[in-house]
């Protein structure tokens, strides 16, 4: 998952430029944000499922999932309809100035039709993992981050589409994505527990309503107010120019890949932890948390470390100039140091 982005950086740094990537700087704030409405739904989602298969109770564990399909699908479809009448405004209040718009918009215009599609896998791949079905969800996006790579390739170096060739190749690679999954689930393995079923979608318990709020709310202001402090960072390094935007997408890309592990180890604990909570069995929960904050911990220091001793690669990857490249590793040592404590604060 995290090599969509960070492929898409490398391949317009070495096609297309500084210029196309301080676009792409722009970007992708706006989906991060996009992507904060639907990982409340995900997360919230996830927890409610684990839990209601933690108690076999099936029946539940599908009505949620129903509900958080069609609610995704709502929300997906209100925030495509927003960007495009919006787009220039919504670019501007990002931080994109007139040297940047142009490329900007032509990525964004593009990566809008990704909006549903991404929604819906990441609800998927959660809906996966709270069933215990991880090999799946790693599956698909697998193969849609090699189409992802496939594709930047043959519309940015061979057909020179530029950057909407490599926000094409993104929306592909997530369509591919979301067909995988829906034909692993409908026509491949027919007996999974979990399926989409428009007569799940009713209108649920007062009590159950309570509850997914107060699952899905936090998850919902974590992520948002996380997205608007990165919003802030885009509008900041804006005012410093475009190669500071440029660098700033390059380290942020960079710090996410590294960062991805310990997402992993987050999604597993949601998972175990949450498997436990609804057998009730708590004191298990307490030790397995334990562990995992030591584990979380230590890997985070060994990938902030990693980080740190390839900052010579990464400057590589990314074909920096030398002006950028005295600011990328500063930004690059401050987050290898950081690493360990975000791993934490992502556990």
Do not use: H
């Not at 791949?125 to 043959?154: C, H, P, Q, Y």
């Not at 428009?198 to 997205?227: E, G, H, Q, R």
């Not at 991805?260 to 069995?281: H, K, P, Y």
């Not at 904050?293 to 230590?298: F, G, M, N, Q, Y």
Request: hydrophobic share 55%; with cysteine; aromatic share 12%.
């Amino acid at each position: 998952s995290g090599i969509y982005n960070i492929v898409d950086t490398i391949f317009v740094a070495k096609g297309i430029g500084t210029l196309a990537i301080g676009g792409i700087g722009i970007v992708f704030p706006i989906q991060t944000l996009y992507a904060a409405f639907a990982q409340m739904i995900s997360i919230g989602a996830a927890s409610a499922i684990s839990r209601s298969l933690g108690e076999q109770n099936n029946n539940r564990a599908n009505q949620v999932m129903t509900n958080a399909y069609i609610l995704t699908t709502i929300i997906s479809i209100l925030l495509m309809i927003t960007s495009f009448f919006f787009i220039n405004q919504i670019l501007y209040i990002f931080g994109s100035n007139e040297e940047l718009i142009p490329y900007a918009r032509d990525y964004l215009l593009i990566s809008i039709w990704a909006i549903p599609f991404n929604a819906l896998a990441l609800l998927s791949s959660a809906v996966f993992r709270s069933e215990g079905n991880i090999k799946i969800s790693m599956i698909t996006v697998l193969i849609g981050s090699l189409f992802n790579i496939a594709l930047d390739l043959l519309f940015i170096f061979v057909l020179n589409w530029g950057i909407k060739g490599a926000a094409l190749a993104t929306v592909i690679a997530r369509i591919v994505e979301f067909i995988l999954i829906i034909s692993y689930v409908y026509f491949i393995k027919k007996d999974f527990i979990l399926k989409f079923n428009l007569k799940d979608f009713k209108l649920i318990d007062k009590d159950f309503i309570n509850t997914f709020i107060s699952k899905t709310l936090p998850v919902f202001i974590n992520d948002t107010t996380w997205a608007i402090g990165t919003i802030l960072y885009s509008v900041a390094y804006s005012q410093a120019g475009t190669s500071a935007i440029a660098a700033s997408q390059i380290a942020t890309s960079t710090g996410n890949f590294f960062i991805i592990t310990s997402v992993c180890i987050g999604i597993g604990a949601s998972i175990m932890l949450g498997n436990e909570l609804g057998a009730d069995r708590i004191d298990t929960a307490i030790i397995y948390a334990k562990k995992f904050s030591k584990l979380v911990v230590i890997v985070g220091l060994i990938c902030g470390g990693l980080l740190i001793l390839n900052i010579p690669i990464l400057l590589k990857m990314f074909s920096v100039s030398s002006d950028l490249a005295p600011d990328i590793t500063k930004i690059f040592f401050i987050m290898g140091i950081m690493l360990a404590l975000r791993a934490f604060n992502t556990l």
